[in-house]
């Protein structure tokens, strides 16, 4: 086998990158497409480092478990080009830490290859021989404070590993954690060094194809967090028939004892080895490890010292117990030292020891215990927080907190009367720490608590939290998620296996679960409308990433409602929201309507949605007859634009909210007939293709109806709703493609002169279709959130509110009408609340907006 020679760099590089080819045929890569040997994957590593340059460069590479990250950063190590290695999900990170460092090659992920981007032709930069790779600390993801790592560091780290573990070339290990993490690269690392195969896959334990890969692959090991364990009690994992495993490994923070213990025992019935696990980022991944006979008889301790390495306990002021020290650290993996700036990367080696900051003690059997820390830094799913940076922060908005916690939780005492808004502060906490929200406790006192001294107690303020119920993994337990749907759906007989869909829930009600959802598991999982509530489950952890998605329909119900007012008000011109959501509200419909639930109960649903839309707009049309404004009884009935169509007065305000009415009344009346529900059932893309077929004949006036401008509108944009029907019944790209060719052949032509209005409504119906999220983040996610929840009273009160402030100043009156319609939902809701009959009749959830005809 002829292998390209690597580039000739002076320097050093990384001896199990650089030598992958002498593992031969050896099985490398197992992924879902099929093997990679050992020569294939070396064949393309070297193919790949001549694209990264003949002189040292830094390189910086968005770690994934994909095999051509892997390549990539192979390529990189065995040419001796030092790796910024960031979170290949975060895309704020890659571009922070471009700024920061400025690199010379960046290499950038996409479905059609990744793209290798030379900056310049040299390196900007003075690089340190040594230098091999620099990783995040825990928990400082997009910090330009950079761990600097060696090649022996690397190397060291690797074989330590290898030896304790005892892998062998016939072991695969799955990839459970990501690569960009030091825990996970550690795996990758120590693994090839020994010619051991890879099952490399981006998938979680808790999915059902993680397991049939690793079955099929003959899997014989993987690595997890303390989270991971709690999804592998959730999956089944301990009734799993697995033959090939060999042992699993633990770290990335403190499993707690009697899950350590229940571990141990369950790997000894089961024939494989538990392998707890202590180590930091500082020291390239492992100090310590617990010999896995000793892992039941002693779950607490974190073990020896790896291969190569040596602990000593200094003596601190703050060990309250003899024999108790900081926990200090050498060997060969402790780090070169840190970096904060590009210069740094030219400095050698300024750290000889690693102080963890751990308070420890030596038991008499020979193995270490962690008996707390030195500062009052936490570890948390195996990101650092500092509780004081926490009440920094809460103090800047006014609140006077406590905070303390411990490896699994951080808790937060805040000043406050029960029955504040925990939640909020709470929110505040996990956008500022990155942690998931069950992470996160908040308890509002009269008085923070104190000791005889004065000085705060924060051992008190751990204890408010230890009798608290133990939270699910999913992040909310499942009386709390019950709690939720029952509050928001207004609905007393909610179970653990219900689901949003289930209880009859609707685009109405759809913003707030999603969003408070959000906030309690951290990610709004996919289907979680169709998802029983016991199944409800948070990803596994991962460096802190601020991105999230934000739902399209969400985002466009978001924007046109601001696009709505903003038009009338003449503040800018951007037409055409009211159209677009005909079909959001379709589309709404298919998902949310059309369940498998018998025909009775769709029908019944069906007719509480457009009494939820009902009447909220005429309760508000009576409210503005009774201050002026120029409604008559067809606006509170709902009946102007059915008996005045050519009207062009502000009678025409609610003719959206009219439409939608009628159309889903005929859609109830339809579905109401058995052989129409049986039909749905079994063409659920083909009858919404019949009836956008059917609203065609209108839209184009082919059925000798009156001029457009002498009917209700309903009956001329029936079409756009029954697109949005078909958008969210389609399964398949040729699916999408109809709907969408559909929607380019109808819109342009139905606003005559107004091309840029007939875009509008194209792109957002193309983003409906082919989008279903869009990326976003957690402050936009509320903002779009509150918007889209309060749409209806938006609509409702703005034709009332901004005429006031019009004069004065437009950015403010669209400013206010908006806020007015928000407080309006707000107080709207918790009247309701106080009045259950009614709220069950009329739950005033604002969600669709409402616009206005033909000026929208």
């Known amino acids: 086998m002829t292998l390209h020679p690597a580039p000739l760099i002076s320097g050093k590089t990384l001896p199990l990158a650089r030598d992958l080819a002498v593992h031969g045929d050896r099985t490398a890569l197992i992924t879902s497409d ?34 051509e990250a892997l390549v990539v950063l192979l390529a990189a190590l065995a040419a001796g080009h030092p790796v910024l290695l960031v979170p290949g999900d975060h895309p704020e990170a890659v571009e922070a830490m471009t700024v920061a460092y400025d690199p010379d090659v960046v290499v950038h992920p996409g479905p059609a290859g990744w793209r290798i981007e030379e900056r310049r032709t040299g390196s900007a930069h003075v690089l340190h021989p040594d230098l091999a790779m620099l990783l995040s600390t825990s928990g400082s993801t997009g910090s330009p404070k950079l761990v600097r790592l060696s090649y022996e560091n690397l190397q060291a780290n690797a074989e330590s590993i290898a030896t304790y573990l005892g892998i062998r070339d016939t072991d695969r290990a799955a990839t459970t954690l990501p690569m960009h993490y030091c825990y996970g690269l550690s795996v990758v690392h120590s693994h090839l060094l020994r010619g051991a ?20 692959a003959r899997g014989t090991a993987f690595a997890g967090v303390p989270y991971t364990f709690d999804l592998l009690d959730r999956v089944g994992f301990a009734g799993m028939d697995l033959p090939h495993l060999r042992y699993v490994t633990q770290a990335g923070g403190r499993l707690a004892p009697e899950r350590v213990a229940h571990y141990a025992e369950l790997g000894q019935r089961r024939g494989w080895d538990l392998v707890v696990m202590y180590g930091q980022t500082e020291a390239t991944a492992r100090m310590a490890y617990l010999p896995p006979e000793l892992a039941a008889a002693h779950p607490e301790a974190i073990g020896v010292p790896v291969p190569g390495g040596s602990f000593s306990l200094e003596p601190v002021e703050e060990a309250a117990e003899e024999g ?60 650092r927080i500092d509780p004081r940076q926490v009440e920094v922060m809460l103090e800047r908005h006014g609140l006077s907190t406590l905070c303390a916690g411990d490896d699994e939780r951080l808790v937060v005492a805040v000043v406050g009367k029960p029955g504040g808004d925990a939640r909020r502060i709470r929110r505040r906490v996990v956008d500022e720490c990155g942690l998931p929200a069950r992470s996160v406790r908040v308890h509002l006192l009269p008085d923070l608590p104190r000791l005889p001294s004065g000085k705060p107690d924060y051992e008190a303020v751990r204890s408010l939290d230890r009798t608290a119920d133990r939270t699910l993994a999913d992040g909310a337990d499942g009386e709390d998620l ?250 398949t790209t040729p699916h999408r493609l109809l709907v969408t060719l559909a929607a380019l052949a109808t819109v342009p032509g139905f606003f005559p002169g107004e091309p840029r209005r007939e875009a509008f409504v194209v792109i957002g119906f193309v983003l409906l279709v082919w989008f279903p999220t869009l990326p ?27 005429p006031i402030l019009d004069d004065v100043s437009e950015p403010l009156s669209l400013v206010t009408a908006v806020l007015f319609g928000i407080g309006y939902a707000k107080g709207t809701e918790r009247l309701m609340r106080k009045v259950p009959p009614l709220s069950r009749l009329v739950p005033v959830r604002p969600g669709l907006p409402r616009f206005r005809r033909r000026s929208t």
């Not at 195969?197 to 099929?216: E, H, N, P, Y």
């Not at 976003?776 to 901004?802: C, D, F, K, M």
Request: glycine share 8%; with cysteine.
């Open 34 to 67: 099929g093997e990679i040997s050992y020569g294939q994957l070396a064949e393309r590593v070297a193919d790949t480092a001549p694209r990264l340059g003949t002189g040292r460069r830094l390189v910086l590479l968005p770690g994934a478990n994909t095999v």
């Open 197 to 216: 195969g890879l099952v490399l896959t981006g998938l979680s334990v808790a999915d059902t194809c993680f397991w049939d890969l690793f079955r099929a």
């Open 324 to 383: 108790v020290g900081e926990l200090v650290y050498n060997g060969p993996n402790v780090m070169l030292g840190y970096a904060s700036t590009p210069d740094d990367l030219a400095l050698g080696r300024t750290v000889d020891t690693l102080r963890t900051g751990d308070l420890a003690r030596r038991t008499a059997e020979g193995l270490y215990e962690i008996v707390g820390r030195r500062s009052r830094f936490l570890k948390i799913l195996g990101l």
């Open 482 to 731: 019950c709690a939720l749907y029952a509050r928001v759906l207004d609905r007393p007989d909610v179970t653990p296996d219900s689901t949003f869909v289930g209880l009859g829930g609707d685009s109405l009600s759809y913003v707030e679960v999603s969003l408070r959802l959000e906030q309690r598991l951290g990610r709004l999982p996919a289907s979680w409308h169709t998802t029983p509530i016991r199944a409800l489950r948070s990803p596994e952890p991962k460096p802190p990433s601020r991105f999230r998605a934000l739902e399209t329909s969400v985002a466009l119900r978001a924007v046109a409602i601001v696009c709505i007012v903003g038009s009338h008000i003449r503040l800018f011109e951007i037409r055409g929201g009211a159209h677009l959501l005909l079909a959001v509200a379709g589309f709404n419909f298919a998902r949310f309507l059309l369940t498998s639930a018998e025909r009775r109960e769709r029908v019944r649903r069906t007719g509480r949605s457009i009494a939820r839309i009902a009447l909220p707009c005429m309760a508000w049309t009576v409210f503005a007859l009774l201050i002026g404004a120029d409604y008559d009884l067809s606006n509170v009935l709902l009946l102007h634009n059915a008996l005045f169509p050519q009207d062009m007065g502000p009678g025409i305000h609610l003719w959206f909210v009219e439409a939608l009415v009628y159309i889903l009344l005929a859609a109830l009346a339809l579905l109401a007939l058995p052989a129409v529900d049986r039909a749905e059932r079994r063409f659920p893309y083909g009858l919404p293709l019949i009836l956008v077929a059917i609203g065609l004949l209108t839209r184009y006036e082919l059925v000798g109806l009156p001029d457009r401008s002498q009917i209700t509108d309903a009956v001329t944009v029936f079409w756009l709703f029954a697109l949005g029907w078909a958008a969210a019944k389609s399964r």
């Open 776 to 802: 976003s983040n957690p402050r936009v996610n509320q903002v779009a959130g509150l918007l889209a929840a309060s749409s209806l009273s938006i609509y409702l009160t703005h034709w009332q509110i901004y």
